[in-house]
């Protein structure tokens, strides 16, 4: 059966049996009985072993980023030229960058698994490589390798994660899911900067890191061999299909409102520390504990309020508070203060992406949710190699307080967007039942077929 017209029980769980008693097919097909009542949806499951599987392996990727925090001191001890230490490390992010562009548009969810299991061999033969590789060919070498193979496995599992994840839960799905992209960025630098026997040198930590993504191969193996969750579409969107996707306004200015965000969320990270130390403020890790511990807290306590609060208004939360913490971050003198904006910040920037990418999805039709879904991971991508060079150029034109003003400004462009997206009515509500991304309205495309006719006519060919 098509997708619309079923009901949630029927997509999957234990209620995914096909009842043949007489008009129960029907029932189940249109959500209402025999007598033409209403029948309750229970909700779809949410935490089955596959959404499991693909938040373990964009956690593990997630740790094959954050476990090169201490790269640039690393090169410096191997002795190399200080104007190749920007190129090397950002060469990661250019290759994840191209590779999402490229792979994107030819992935499906048949040849996810397998991408997945490429992605991985990359990501292990770059990490061992450390261990032998000291000079600069090699080591940007490397770099590209390790863009490459992480742009291979989150690609693949957000393909796949788009395919299984029901669209009334959606905003808790893209919750939880990017916790995944978040937790190792607050746990793999404490973890390894105190280990109980330190390593004799960084590469042996991004050889074990590396490592540890050999047992989800088989993770991998299992999702290649299961079921690809509810209708999956086509098994690949095309290149054309990506362009014309990209050439609609929901589509293109919902991606600048990620990098928005990322730009604001990686240069801050990068340049508080140099904040901090010229007022005073003492070290800027408790800071940054305390924004992740609430970002985190909001993802997982609060997930569900990503499906029944409007989106945009979400976004809009997002940004102005994240605007009110730049303006706090600016009149912080004191750790006092600095510990309440940080809480601001917490609770601003961890309602932003979950509720931008559920948007997305929401807003896209069936064809393009997983490019659509893969645009914005690379909108993130773009946002985190942008961020420390646009913010580094203007700490040095403006100084920290222009770099906050700048902030602050680029908060109300997205705040602007939010609201823009709310007047147009682009809510991924009820404008589902409109047309979709690429039919030129705020939803999804109704299909005039799933009457209750056509729905019973198909469900006498499916039995």
Same mark, same amino acid.
């Given at each position: ?321 994240? /605007? !009110?913490? $730049?303006?706090?971050? &600016?009149? @912080?003198? %004191?750790? +006092? ?5 940080? *809480?601001?910040? =917490? ?70 967007? /939010? !609201?823009? $997206?709310?007047?147009? &009515?682009? @809510?991924? %509500?009820? +404008? ?5 991304? *690429?039919?030129? =309205? ?22």
């Amino acid at each position: 059966m098509g997708e619309r017209g079923i009901a949630p029980s029927q997509r999957a769980g234990k209620g995914s049996r096909l009842d043949l008693r007489p008009c129960a097919g029907l029932a189940q097909a249109t959500g209402h009985d025999a007598r033409g009542d209403a029948m309750p949806s229970p909700r779809p499951p949410l935490f089955t072993f596959r959404f499991l599987a693909l938040c373990l392996l964009m956690l593990l990727a997630y740790c094959n980023i954050s476990v090169f925090y201490n790269l640039y001191p690393y090169m410096e001890q191997l002795g190399v030229p200080q104007a190749w230490r920007g190129t090397i490390i950002s060469a990661s992010s250019v290759a994840t960058i191209a590779g999402f562009l490229l792979i994107t548009p030819r992935i499906g969810v048949h040849s996810a698994p397998w991408v997945i299991l490429a992605g991985i061999g990359l990501l292990v033969a770059c990490g061992v490589g450390y261990l032998h590789v000291t000079g600069v060919p090699g080591l940007f070498a490397l770099r590209i390798m390790n863009g490459a193979g992480i742009a291979l496995v989150t690609a693949s599992a957000t393909t796949l994660l788009v395919a299984h994840i029901a669209p009334e839960r959606s905003g808790q799905a893209f919750g939880v899911y990017s916790i995944a992209a978040l937790l190792p960025y607050s746990i793999v630098p404490f973890v390894f900067d105190h280990l109980p026997v330190p390593l004799s040198s960084p590469a042996e930590g991004y050889a074990a890191m590396s490592l540890a993504l050999a047992p989800a191969a088989l993770l991998a193996l299992a999702l290649a061999r299961g079921r690809c969750g509810r209708d999956a579409g086509p098994e690949r969107a095309g290149a054309a299909t990506m362009l014309k996707s990209l050439r609609t306004p929901q589509t293109a200015l919902l991606l600048l409102m990620n990098i928005v965000y990322y730009l604001n969320f990686s240069s801050l990270f990068f340049l508080s520390k140099t904040l901090f130390a010229a007022r005073g403020l003492g070290g800027v890790g408790v800071f940054f504990s305390i924004q992740t511990m609430v970002m985190l807290a909001i993802r997982v306590l609060g997930s569900r309020l990503f499906d029944e609060i409007q989106k945009p208004l979400l976004v809009l939360w997002c940004y102005g508070l994240t /605007a !009110l913490g $730049f303006g706090m971050l &600016g009149a @912080t003198r %004191g750790e +006092g203060m600095a510990v309440a904006t940080a *809480l601001v910040l =917490g609770l601003g920037m961890g309602v932003g992406p979950p509720s931008m990418n559920a948007l997305m999805f929401a807003l896209s039709e069936r064809r393009v949710q997983a490019v659509n879904s893969n645009l914005m991971v690379m909108a993130l991508q773009a946002g985190n190699f942008l961020g420390p060079i646009l913010g580094g150029a203007a700490v040095g034109l403006l100084g920290h307080d222009g770099f906050l003003g700048v902030g602050g400004l680029s908060c109300l462009v997205g705040m602007w967007l /939010a !609201l823009l $997206f709310l007047r147009r &009515g682009w @809510t991924g %509500g009820a +404008g589902r039942e409109g047309k979709g991304l *690429l039919d030129g =309205g705020p939803g999804r495309k109704k299909d005039p077929a799933n009457t209750p006719g056509a729905l019973q006519g198909r469900e006498k060919r499916t039995i």
